[in-house]
């Protein structure tokens, strides 16, 4: 059985277009002559749009989702771009789970909770009134491409069962729910979560990774029921390189960045200077609020200063420390490329739309310099496309998503959509 995800916070993660950035030209392909009175926009193909996918298509930001990070999901202002509103299973405040509010040092959740509350533990808000189930976005955390395929609300994934009602209908699962839709363009954003465990500092091959002998039959599967029902296909590719994202820095920038930790009362340890530790990947999103703290404990018993190490204990142990050594990291990036192959070929195969979320996470997002006290007192830690949590999008951050998709639909399909910041932006935002 594949462990579930239990740290402080909990994220799926997946995840090129051409755009380098948010200001970057957008080629939206429109023909010799055509003028934007005379294309679509994709409000066709929109009319019935049905997303398939993990947390990052279903809304989740700050570790939380309910209605206002639902509708400003991806899917959602990709559907907008072509002039049409999505269908979403809104959740009501304060979600289910409640987000993470700004700072962290607060230590609290949108619902009052305290952030480290386990996801079963926490509130669980019903869907708003008037929702009708299933939605045109049928996407849930942490959902594997097996869990797409056959889990439904009475056969959940165990780890996130509450939310399987309140996206699906009964019986249903993310793909039949999809079929029952006839839809007209789909985007299947999956695969994040079957690699996704590595983050805890440890990569197991069929213990919290799932092998891609076993996973790339299940992405397959999901792709020909796409293709049996939908004109039009967008596949949504991984990252090529975990440490994209800015929740994950070297030993050697804690090190240098030590002085920052002082008034958490933590100390770095010297390990973080030398070889090896200096060049372990630590996951910092948990560390630093737990080495927080632990340092606020001590310092309360007049005790301190808490140690930060950046030691790795070896993956073959299956301990959680959230450190990645250099071998790790070759193995989880060699483990990307091999399911982006997978994703890649299916959509030439099919003739899908395809982009990577390293549209966002390797050509956008930057690391700020890594401020330890910043982490835990800033609004925008991470910068303002990535949220609380270090893994998930802020609305601006599925903005660049959502322009990324437009993008890979317009060159595949000529659909003319606008873009967010490219030349029809005004198209877009009429």
Avoid at 92 to 99: I, L
Avoid at 168 to 185: F, H, N, S, Y
Wanted: net charge neutral.
């Amino acid at each position: 059985m594949y462990l579930r995800r239990q740290s402080l916070f909990l994220a799926a993660i997946a995840i090129s277009a051409c755009a380098d950035g948010s200001t970057a030209p957008i080629d939206t392909r429109l023909s010799p002559g055509d003028t934007p009175e005379l294309i679509s926009e994709g409000r066709g193909a929109f009319q019935r749009y049905v997303a398939l996918g993990t947390s990052i298509s279903m809304g989740v930001s700050s570790d939380g989702v309910y209605a206002a990070s639902q509708q400003m999901s991806f899917p959602a202002q990709l559907a907008r771009l072509a002039h049409r509103e999505l269908s979403l299973p809104l959740i009501a405040a304060p979600g289910c789970a409640a987000p993470i509010v700004a700072p962290l040092a607060a230590g609290v959740r949108l619902s009052g909770e305290p952030i480290g509350l386990p996801f079963l533990s926490r509130a669980c808000a019903p869907n708003e009134d008037g929702v009708t189930l299933p939605t045109g976005n049928v996407a849930i955390d942490g959902a594997r491409t097996d869990q797409a395929l056959n889990a439904t609300p009475e056969n959940p994934d165990p780890g996130h069962a509450p939310q399987y009602p309140r996206v699906l209908a009964p019986g249903q699962t993310q793909v039949t729910a999809m079929e029952a839709q006839e839809p007209k363009i789909v985007s299947v954003e999956l695969g994040g979560n079957d690699i996704l465990g590595a983050y805890h500092g440890f990569y197991l091959p069929g213990v919290n990774v799932v092998p891609v002998a076993f996973w790339a039959p299940q992405y397959r599967a999901v792709a020909a029921r796409v293709a049996a029902v939908a004109k039009h296909a967008v596949l949504v590719g991984l990252l090529d390189d975990l440490r994209s994202f800015p929740s994950f820095r070297t030993g050697a920038e804690i090190w240098a960045a030590r002085a920052s930790f002082a008034p958490l009362n933590v100390v770095v340890s010297d390990n973080c200077s030398t070889s090896p530790s200096s060049q372990n990947v630590i996951f910092i999103a948990t560390r630093i609020p737990a080495a927080a703290a632990n340092g606020r404990a001590l310092a309360l018993s007049g005790m301190g200063p808490y140690t930060f190490s950046c030691a790795n204990a070896p993956s073959s142990t299956g301990i959680e420390d959230y450190v990645l050594d250099p071998t790790d990291v070759v193995a989880v990036n060699a483990h990307l490329a091999a399911m982006n192959a997978v994703i890649r070929n299916e959509a030439e195969t099919r003739g899908f739309a395809y982009f990577p979320l390293g549209a966002l996470y390797e050509r956008v997002v930057t690391k700020p310099p890594l401020n330890a006290v910043a982490v835990m007192t800033s609004s925008q830690p991470y910068g303002p496309y990535v949220s609380l949590d270090g893994l998930h999008p802020t609305a601006e951050g599925s903005r660049i998503l959502a322009d990324a998709a437009a993008v890979a639909l317009n060159r595949t399909y000529r659909l003319g959509i606008p873009t967010s910041t490219g030349p029809l932006a005004y198209l877009a935002n009429r």
